[in-house]
């Protein structure tokens, strides 16, 4: 039997991500299919190889697609929350300089 407590609520999806509201917690989480993290992992095992071996050349391509997978998730994300109508978990406005 399932507590009711501990029932996550499904805020909205967007291809491979899922905005989730979990118990107990103030902001939402987003949640990822097992498949993409999985890609990601190989692609920051790629980079962590490619880094020891230093090998330059190699790098570009693994840290390119991290970076463009984690903002890709950032984006999901974001979006979701305004769409949910949830405060972001972070300041988004400009940087602030010296």
Not at 3 to 27: K, M, W, Y
Not at 30 to 53: F, H, P, T
Request: net charge negative; glycine share 10%; with cysteine.
């Amino acid at each position: 039997m399932t507590n009711t407590d501990d029932i996550a609520e499904v805020l909205g999806r967007s291809g491979n991500h899922s905005l989730v509201q979990l118990p107990g917690r103030g902001f939402p989480a987003l949640a990822i299919q097992g498949d993409s993290l999985k890609c990601l992992q190989d692609a920051v095992r790629e980079l962590a190889e490619a880094d020891a071996a230093g090998d330059g050349e190699e790098i570009s391509y693994p840290l390119r697609e991290v970076v463009e997978r984690v903002a890709a998730m950032v984006v999901s994300f974001e979006e979701m929350s305004a769409l949910a109508n949830r405060q972001l978990p972070y300041f988004t406005g400009p940087a602030e300089g010296p």
